[in-house]
């Protein structure tokens, strides 16, 4: 039937067309990105791991039952219990309030570093992309360069130059990511530089710069928030191994991955809980992640 048959009819039934296309239109039009992640549940879950870890990282003085840099040395190596949920460490430490306040610096130094490596990584993919030739060339010369160099040489290399501490994790793990999503926003662009828009928009004059910064950045920020995410995963992971070699947050700071370093060695005595836990947090946090990230490309491919 035609959604603009007439009206009423012999018996004056019908609704009016514009209520019967109304009735009919498509609903999908009306869901925007965010309505779309929230009706998946690897997206309501890996967000609500995060949102906890989130406001351990905030308020972890506050949640944290026991500080975690006070030292009960008459109650070492205890195992989990109602006093200790997670058990102490060798110190006396409590684990439970250990885990809770090393989530603040494993967060804070990962969403730095991949902050910095997305937008370094999107700058110099917007001029590899767009300029191509020459700049290409140099750029990309450079690009497969770094990307050559093993990860932890890189890390080592920067570490034992500038000094572990926190600006050097996040200049570190920044840098090694920025080659890697240069590479996926010059995929990007070169696809965008087939498109009639960016003719129109030199014919108009429009600066190269302006033309990268407001006619093609916008069309790739999906592959750069996919990158962002995805990134952000291994900057976890990434952060916890330098701390696990020491090259890290620095002890007594509460961090899962010098935690992990610090205890493991009790393993064989039997005290699994000073490694478990802080294992586990780490592991949650990536799972976290990469349920959120996969969410988000599921959506954005839809």
Request: charged residues 10%.
């Amino acid at each position: 039937m035609s959604l603009t048959a007439p009206v009423g009819g012999a018996g004056g039934a019908g609704p009016p067309a514009a209520q019967v296309a109304v009735a009919h239109a498509p609903a999908s039009r009306t869901r925007t990105p965010w309505a779309l992640l929230l009706r998946k549940p690897t997206f309501i879950a890996g967000g609500v791991i995060l949102l906890f870890w989130v406001v351990c990282a905030v308020f972890g003085s506050s949640i944290a039952p026991h500080s975690p840099f006070a030292q009960q040395l008459l109650d070492t190596n205890a195992a989990p219990s109602a006093a200790h949920w997670f058990g102490t460490d060798q110190l006396g430490r409590d684990v439970l309030s250990r885990v809770i306040a090393g989530s603040r610096d494993i967060l804070l130094i990962a969403v730095a570093a991949t902050l910095l490596g997305t937008v370094a990584g999107t700058a110099l993919g917007l001029v590899m992309g767009y300029f191509g030739g020459i700049a290409d060339i140099l750029v990309g010369r450079v690009v497969e360069a770094v990307l050559a160099l093993p990860v932890v040489i890189v890390a080592f290399l920067f570490i034992v130059a500038l000094g572990p501490s926190t600006g050097t994790l996040i200049v570190v793990v920044g840098f090694v990511f920025t080659p890697l999503i240069a590479r996926t926003v010059r995929s990007a662009v070169l696809v965008e530089s087939q498109l009639d828009y960016l003719s129109s928009a030199r014919l108009v004059g429009e600066k190269p710069v302006q033309i990268m910064a407001v006619e093609i950045l916008p069309n790739v920020i999906p592959a750069v928030l996919v990158e962002f995410t995805v990134r952000l995963g291994y900057a976890i992971f990434a952060v916890a191994t330098l701390s696990f070699l020491g090259f890290g947050v620095q002890p007594p700071t509460p961090d899962w991955g010098a935690d992990i370093a610090a205890n493991y060695g009790t393993l064989p005595a039997g005290y699994w809980w000073e490694t478990l836990f802080p294992a586990l947090a780490i592991a949650s946090l990536v799972v976290a992640v990469n349920l959120v990230t996969d969410s988000i490309e599921q959506v954005l491919a839809s």
